[in-house]
């Protein structure tokens, strides 16, 4: 019960020395790899953040992990999200690391196949149109499940289209789909 309560100052010596020789190798890599390395950009990038803090974590908390290990980890996945980001230039390796972005709306229709597919509820759809501050379907243009798992909507209470640039390789399935339920929203006061 007593060392799961407290510590020695050996174990905290070698706490201090692993933190800051990964803080030092965290930002020298951040510096020659980018900020990307903490993004969530692709899952790739999500899949590298969570490496990152794992590879943290072992190394401080572990006697069994050298700081020289951790080091080591910590390189070997910043050179692979590294190369992974130059690689996704090509297509072949885009498509095999990558998501594609899914329509769930397009105007006020919902699209329920593609609700199902990227597994989101009528409650999450509903949820991320509050925070969005949408006050009426009529104000969405579309609504998107990024490749981060991020919900994005677009709305404007103006009546315009949205640039084909911003919707470019997101997913329509709309052609699968025989039947769109169209709701009727009352105003409430």
């Known amino acids: 019960m007593k060392e799961w ?4 100052t050996k174990t905290l010596q070698f706490i201090c020395i692993s933190a800051l020789g990964i803080y030092l190798t965290i930002i020298l890599l951040t510096r020659i790899f980018g900020k990307r390395s903490f993004s969530k950009m692709s899952s790739f990038d999500f899949a590298c953040t969570i490496a990152i803090g794992s590879i943290i ?7 069994s992990v050298s700081l020289f290990e951790g080091v080591f980890g910590l390189t070997i996945v910043y050179l692979l999200q590294g190369i992974t980001a130059y690689l996704r230039k090509f297509k ?3 498509n095999a690391v990558d998501n594609e972005p899914l329509f769930l709306m397009k105007k006020q229709e919902i699209l329920w196949s593609n609700m ?4 989101v509820t009528e409650g999450d759809l509903r949820a991320k149109l509050r925070e969005a501050n949408v006050l009426r379907l009529s104000e969405v243009k579309a609504v ?4 981060t798992g991020d919900i994005s909507v677009l709305h404007s209470s ?3 289209e949205i640039d084909r640039w911003i919707v470019k390789g997101v997913l ?3 052609k699968s789909i025989k039947v769109i339920r169209k709701y009727r929203y009352r105003s409430y006061k």
Do not use: P, Y
């Not at 998107?144 to 490749?147: G, I, K, P, R, Y």
């Open 5 to 8: 309560v407290f510590t020695n």
């Open 57 to 63: 974590a072992s190394t401080l908390l572990s006697k």
């Open 92 to 94: 072949f390796f885009r």
């Open 116 to 119: 199902k597919k990227a597994k």
């Open 144 to 147: 998107v499940f990024e490749t």
């Open 158 to 160: 103006k009546e315009e």
């Open 172 to 174: 329509d399935k709309q």
